[in-house]
């Protein structure tokens, strides 16, 4: 096991190096430059500031000047945020998206399996024409529709929340809510296929042979297994989920990272835009490494170390 | 069969309502305009009808990129330091310039090129220390010193402020800049030239004083956050985690000079970035004024009401040509372009948000002489007009020798510049036969990099002033000028323009008629640059409100006067 995480934790390394490498030419591609007030500066002025923030060195050299930098855990200091640090600037806007990115997560995964675990074990009955009703919404709304909409008849008309803002537990209510839609459908769906699959296998009638009891059966025996594509596509998502949405954010207020990242990319802020994709990469890599964990957990015919069978 | 034409029809009728329904909006904006009255002609009379509780809700739609004053760039940070902070002038709500620091007006030597200012006694920073001379001096020096990094720094002050430019490119040094303490609260600023709107534009932030004690002892750490600033101004900041904060709070300021009237105890502000999201919660009484609206979808829902606020702002947009075309360079297929869009249309119908059409550089509202807006004696310069613009293209195009044009047009990628765009594309097409238009939209940023590039056929760009005076606009299109960009040259535009920069400088009437002749040439006579429209601001003010202060250049707003009646 630990030869294995360090063989992981070496290939993370690689591949952040190389998302970092990409990332530096593909963003040095766009156009413009990171300062606001270019077009109001006069050439002069302007070259002075370049070579102040050594914009005006060969790229190979801006790169090699970057990567020692970043070596040391320096990742510069963000363009439109005058200055401040970029790992200040995403340490303060990580939090909120983190918590309801996983409110979120958490809320879908719930009610998802859920649906899709009911659908499956009633299958062709309302119940199923309900849930998959329900998941197909959740899929097809764009959400910040569905958060206008919350944000409207829950919170302005009915006055049950705060309309906006990130004051406290209850202002996390309806962006959760608005965001965990999509999980809901993702896990609603991916749960029924995959329930519907192992009910049908042998050792399900081998159980239902020995004479399981229903519960016993679907819990212990079936949704076991067929967790395993849904703890494959929740872990990503919950990584899409948890580094911010920019239309549910934008709608509720919340000071987190997702608006940040785009506004990042338009204003050409090069060291912000490095350091959250860094931040990304890393969180992916990790959540990769969890799932991989996580499917030995669930489900033993799976090995991850190739240790050998008893 | 029958069913699918029928919900075809539906579906029709349903565009077509929304299209309508657009439209008499549109209609209802005009006329209803009502700038700069709001709250001020309704004085507070008596005491008692004042809310016990003075404390302000505000959204704001953007953070605070910083809170020092000499590398503010942003509406964000002009706003909040003119309510933290104070400058040896200020703008008072009718836009006029008042003493705020200074005890009065400057005095000025014979030429206008020195001007002496002398300093209120009284004036505190919040630690105590008074305000004095070398504060000024302190933080002219700080924002011209290239290791400061100040962007605005060599922007306001090269070319205006003594030796600004050569200490900018580091061949002099900061004690050579033209600002001097002659005793604690005197000063003396020396100017290259003489500047007529010198007053206003002496209230920038970037000009305000700075505690060299406070700065110092801060080191890297100064304005950081809420806990690194030193306020003289009617409020002092209380809570601001820092450029990335989007909650912040403002209190009065118990040793400003001017606390007794000011009645404001607390502004809570906080970023909302959604406009529909900022009026549901006006409507749920979560804040009491909102930031700028400019959907018309969403300012429909507040057509009529006494909350919604609707002023025109200096700020204004054009289309630039490139004369490095060929076909552009030619003065008929200017002309035909600038007479063939029904602007009107655009603001009233398109953009339905009370923006007006402009056949103009220098905004309305704006400049003023006298009492007098630079905008009345003034003629619309190139009206819509399509016959004459049809006689025009085509006379161009035999002079060019060809039947057809295609030019690109680099456009903004908002949605309200995607729709104006192509209302502008229409407009080209149908009334030029034979024009082929492609729309490129861009980011803002692109935009200016293919601006600066001169990558471009046609391009929508936009100004907002930095001082009251037609000069904000009309040194823009000088020939080689960094703004200009379009290969545009005029001698007599460039000479009429340079004398009210200089010669005229000391004469207002003749300077302002050199100006209004200057824009003639540049928008009528050369069809250099097609106006397009003068933006409106709306947003949404709860009516306990009153005091509410907007401006022209700088910050948006001032919050000193509000009162929150009962």
């Known amino acids: 096991m630990a030869k294995y995480l360090l063989q992981r934790f070496i290939y993370m390394i690689i591949t952040l190096f190389i998302v970092a490498s990409i990332t530096f030419f593909l963003m040095k591609l766009i156009p413009g430059s990171p300062f606001n007030t270019f077009q109001k500066l006069s050439v002069v002025q302007q070259n002075l500031l370049l070579e102040k923030y050594g914009l005006k060195d060969p790229l190979p050299v801006q790169y090699f000047n970057y990567m020692k930098s970043l070596v040391m855990g320096d990742l510069g200091v963000s363009f439109q945020f005058n200055n401040t640090p970029v790992t200040e600037l995403l340490g303060n806007r990580i939090g909120p998206s983190a918590i309801l990115g996983l409110q979120a997560m958490v809320l879908g995964a719930i009610v998802g399996i859920f649906l899709g675990t009911i659908s499956a074990l009633k299958q062709n009955t309302w119940i199923d024409y309900g849930s998959t009703f329900i998941a197909v919404i959740g899929k097809s709304i764009p959400s910040f529709i569905f958060a206008g909409l919350l944000q409207f008849y829950i919170a302005v008309k009915l006055g049950w929340f705060p309309v906006m803002l990130w004051k406290g537990p209850e202002y996390t209510v309806l962006p959760t809510i608005a965001l965990a839609m999509f999980p809901i459908s993702i896990a609603a769906r991916f749960m029924r296929t995959e329930m519907i699959d192992v009910l049908g296998s042998d050792y399900i009638t081998l159980a239902k042979a020995k004479g399981a009891s229903f519960w016993q059966i679907s819990v212990k025996h079936a949704l076991r297994n067929a967790l395993i594509p849904v703890v494959t596509v929740m872990g990503p998502l919950a990584v899409s989920l948890m580094t911010g949405s920019l239309v549910i954010e934008k709608i509720f207020g919340i000071p987190g990272i997702g608006e940040q990242f785009v506004k990042s990319i338009s204003t050409n802020d090069y060291p912000v835009i490095m350091g959250t994709n860094l931040l990304f990469a890393a969180l992916f890599v990790v959540i990769i490494l969890v799932v991989d964990i996580l499917y030995g957990i669930i489900d033993p015919r799976i090995r991850i170390s190739g240790g050998k069978a008893k | ?566």
């Open chain 2, 1 to 566: 069969m029958k069913k699918s034409k029928l919900s075809l029809l539906l579906v029709l009728s349903l565009v077509l309502s929304m299209f309508l329904a657009a439209c008499s909006g549109g209609d209802k904006n005009q006329g209803t305009d009502t700038s700069k009255n709001e709250g001020k002609d309704k004085p507070v009379t008596e005491e008692s009808k004042l809310a016990d509780k003075q404390e302000l809700n505000v959204f704001e739609s953007a953070e605070i990129p910083t809170m020092d004053s000499v590398l503010g760039t942003d509406v964000m940070s002009f706003t909040t330091l003119n309510a933290v902070n104070e400058g040896m002038y200020r703008l008072d709500q009718d836009q006029k310039v008042v003493p705020a620091g200074a005890e009065a007006m400057p005095e000025y030597n014979a030429d206008k090129t020195e001007l002496t200012v002398k300093l209120r006694k009284d004036a505190k920073w919040a630690n105590g220390d008074p305000v004095t001379a070398h504060d000024y001096v302190y933080a002219w020096q700080r924002a011209i010193n290239p290791e400061t990094k100040s962007e605005y720094g060599p922007y306001f002050m090269g070319g205006k402020v003594k030796n600004a430019d050569a200490i900018a490119e580091g061949k002099a040094k900061v004690e050579d800049l033209g600002i001097k303490a002659e005793d604690d609260y005197t000063l003396k600023i020396t100017l290259e030239r003489a500047i007529p709107y010198i007053e206003s534009f002496i209230t920038f932030q970037l000009f305000y004083p700075q505690n060299q004690k406070f700065v110092e002892a801060q080191g890297a750490d100064y304005a950081k956050d809420a806990e690194h600033l030193l306020s003289n101004g009617p409020f002092k900041m209380t809570k601001w985690q820092g450029p990335t904060a989007t909650e912040w709070v403002l209190e009065k300021n118990d040793t400003y000079h001017g606390a007794k009237d000011v009645t404001l105890t607390k502004i809570n502000i906080n970023v909302s970035k959604d406009p529909q999201a900022s009026a549901n919660a006006f409507n749920a009484g979560e804040v009491d004024i909102t930031p700028k609206l400019a959907q018309a979808a969403i300012i429909q829902q507040f057509e009529g009401s006494k909350d919604l606020i609707r002023y025109q702002e200096p700020s204004l947009f054009w289309i630039k040509m490139n004369e490095k075309n060929k076909a552009l360079k030619n003065i008929n297929i200017r002309k035909a372009i600038a007479l063939s869009i029904d602007k009107k249309a655009l603001v009233d119908d398109v953009l339905a948000n009370g923006s007006i059409a402009a056949d103009f550089l220098v905004p309305k509202e704006f400049a003023f002489l006298d009492g007098k807006d630079f905008r009345e004696g003034t003629k619309p310069y190139l009206e819509m007009n399509k016959e004459e613009a049809k006689k025009l293209w085509e006379k161009g195009l035999s002079e060019l020798g060809v039947k057809e044009l295609a030019l690109n047009y680099v456009g903004g990628d908002t949605e309200t510049s995607k729709v104006s765009d192509s209302f502008i594309k229409n407009q080209l097409e149908t009334n030029l036969p034979g024009l082929k238009l492609t729309i490129q939209p861009v980011p803002f940023k692109i935009r200016i990099d293919r601006e600066q590039k001169m990558d471009y056929d046609l391009l929508f760009t936009g100004w907002g002033p930095d001082y009251a005076d037609p000069m904000t606009f009309m040194d823009l299109m000088l020939t080689g000028g960094d703004h200009n960009k379009m290969d545009y040259s005029s001698a007599e535009y460039d000479k009429l323009v340079k004398a009210a920069q200089t010669d005229l400088a000391a004469k207002d009437q003749e300077r302002w008629k050199a100006l209004q002749d200057a824009e003639k040439i540049l928008i009528e006579d050369d069809a250099a640059i097609v106006p397009v429209y003068q933006r409106s601001v709306n947003l949404l003010i709860n009516q306990k409100v009153q005091g509410f202060a907007h401006h022209a250049f700088g910050p948006d707003y001032s919050y000193q006067w509000i009162k929150i009646l009962k």
